[in-house]
């Protein structure tokens, strides 16, 4: 049976987050985990008024709904 324990090398010595419930004498096998380096996500900038143009608004756009006549 195997169990995982965290724990972190450094120094030449495995430090355990947590003591293991068996305290015979036993195999064990150690992994190292290489850490991915942090990396920041930041989106590129998009320039003011690229979609300029691309919407057209009617010139009654404001003007009250002929449908909501009776609600008004």
């Known amino acids: 049976m ?4 965290e724990g972190v090398y450094e120094n030449g010595q495995i430090v355990l987050k947590h003591k293991p419930k068996s305290t015979a004498k036993a ?4 992994i190292f985990e ?7 996500y930041a989106p590129a900038k998009r320039p ?3 979609a ?3 919407i057209q608004l009617s010139s009654d756009f404001d003007d009250p709904l002929e449908d909501l006549k009776d609600y008004m």
């Open 34 to 40: 290489e850490e991915a380096p942090e990396t920041t």
């Open 52 to 54: 300029q143009g691309a």
């Open 27 to 30: 195999k064990v096998m150690v």
């Open 2 to 5: 195997l169990t995982a324990i």
């Open 48 to 50: 003011f008024g690229i």
